[in-house]
C-alpha cells in the first residue's frame, strides 16, 4: 500500500455555506449537524477519510461570521475556528454561489491568510445557478493571489466532489496516521445521537431558538434483541421554553422524538427506543 500519508483540512466559510452537508459528502456518512437554522455546528466536528495509504482528516468550524467577532457569546465560536485553522495542512472556504459577495470574501481571505497556509476556494451549491454565472466570479476571484486553487460543486448532489479528494490525495505528506482504518469521527456515538435531537429541535421550533440546550444522555445500551434504547434530557436554562419544546398537547416533543429516532435508526442500523424529557437547570 506505500507509505502512509496524512493530510489535515479546515472547513470554513458563512453559516448555511453548506459545510455539514459537504463533510458528511466528503466522508460518506452523516457525521455533522446539518440544519438551516444559524449557528448549528458548535463544535469542530471531524470526520476521517482514508483512501488507500492516504488519510484526509477534516475539521468542521462554526460559520466565519465568527471570524472577527468581539461578542463574549460566540468567543466559544470564534476560539473554535483559529483552533482548527491553527492545526491543519489546508483551508477550504466555501461558498453559497447564490450569497456571493466579493468584498466579504475577500475580508475573510485576507484574514484567513495571515497562517500562511494553502486556501482553496469552493464554489457550493452550482446546482442553483447556470455555469456560465459562475465563471466570472471566478475570473473575479483569481485576482486574488492567496488563493491556490477553484472548485465547483453541488455538495447536496455529490456533484464534483470527488476532485476535491483527488486534490487532498495530492496534497498529502507521508506521515503516521492518527486514526485506526476503521474511524470516520473522533465524535462517540453518545454525542452523535444527541445531535441528531438537538438537530431535530433546531428544525422544528420557529419561534426564538434556544441555543443555548443542552442535550444530556441518561442511558444508551444494546438490548438483548439488538434494538438500541436510549434516554436523553434536553437542559433548559429558562423555563419560558420548556413549552415551546413541549407544544400543544406536547406535540412538538412528539415530533421531535420521532425525528431524532428515525435519524440515529439511519446511522446505527437498528430499532430505536428514544425517551425524552425537558428539565429547566440553574434558573435565575
Same mark, same amino acid.
Given at each position: 500500500m506505500g507509505s502512509q500519508k496524512l493530510i489535515k483540512i479546515a472547513l470554513i466559510g458563512k453559516t448555511n455555506a453548506g459545510k455539514?452537508? *459537504?463533510?458528511?459528502? $466528503?466522508?460518506g456518512e452523516k457525521i455533522s449537524i446539518i440544519n438551516k437554522k444559524i449557528n448549528t455546528t458548535q463544535e469542530l466536528?471531524?470526520?476521517i477519510k482514508n483512501i488507500e495509504n492516504i488519510q484526509i482528516i477534516f475539521y468542521d468550524t462554526p460559520g466565519s461570521n465568527f471570524l472577527k467577532t468581539t461578542d463574549? *457569546?460566540?468567543?466559544? $465560536?470564534?476560539?473554535?475556528?483559529?483552533?482548527?485553522?491553527?492545526?491543519v495542512d489546508v483551508l477550504l472556504y466555501l461558498v453559497d454561489v447564490k450569497r456571493y459577495n466579493f468584498d466579504e470574501i475577500l475580508k475573510d481571505i485576507k484574514k484567513l491568510s495571515e497562517v500562511n497556509k494553502p486556501i482553496i476556494f469552493v464554489f457550493n451549491k452550482i446546482d442553483l445557478i447556470d455555469d456560465l454565472k459562475i465563471l466570472p466570479l471566478v475570473d473575479e476571484l483569481k485576482e486574488v493571489k492567496e488563493?491556490?486553487?477553484?472548485?465547483?460543486i453541488s455538495a447536496k448532489f455529490n456533484k464534483r466532489t470527488n476532485e476535491i479528494l483527488t486534490f487532498f490525495k495530492n496534497k498529502a505528506q507521508i506521515d503516521n496516521w492518527i486514526y485506526e482504518n476503521e474511524e470516520i469521527t473522533d465524535k462517540d456515538d453518545i454525542y452523535i445521537s444527541n445531535e441528531c435531537t438537538r438537530n431535530s429541535i433546531l428544525e422544528y421550533l420557529h419561534q426564538e431558538i434556544p441555543y443555548n440546550i443542552n442535550i444530556k444522555n441518561e442511558i444508551f445500551k444494546f438490548?438483548?434483541?439488538?434494538?438500541l434504547k436510549i434516554k436523553q434530557l434536553i437542559e433548559l436554562k429558562n423555563s419560558r421554553y420548556k413549552?415551546?419544546?413541549?407544544?400543544?398537547k406536547g406535540e412538538n416533543i412528539k415530533r421531535i422524538r420521532e425525528k431524532s429516532q428515525n435519524e440515529i435508526k439511519e446511522i446505527f442500523n437498528c430499532k430505536v427506543h428514544l425517551y425524552l424529557k425537558v428539565i429547566v437547570i440553574n434558573e435565575k
Open positions: 455539514s452537508t *459537504l463533510i458528511n459528502c $466528503l466522508i466536528i471531524l470526520g463574549l *457569546l460566540q468567543k466559544k $465560536l470564534k476560539t473554535n475556528i483559529w483552533q482548527s485553522i491553527d492545526s488563493i491556490e486553487e477553484f472548485f465547483m438490548l438483548k434483541n439488538n434494538d413549552a415551546i419544546i413541549l407544544g400543544k
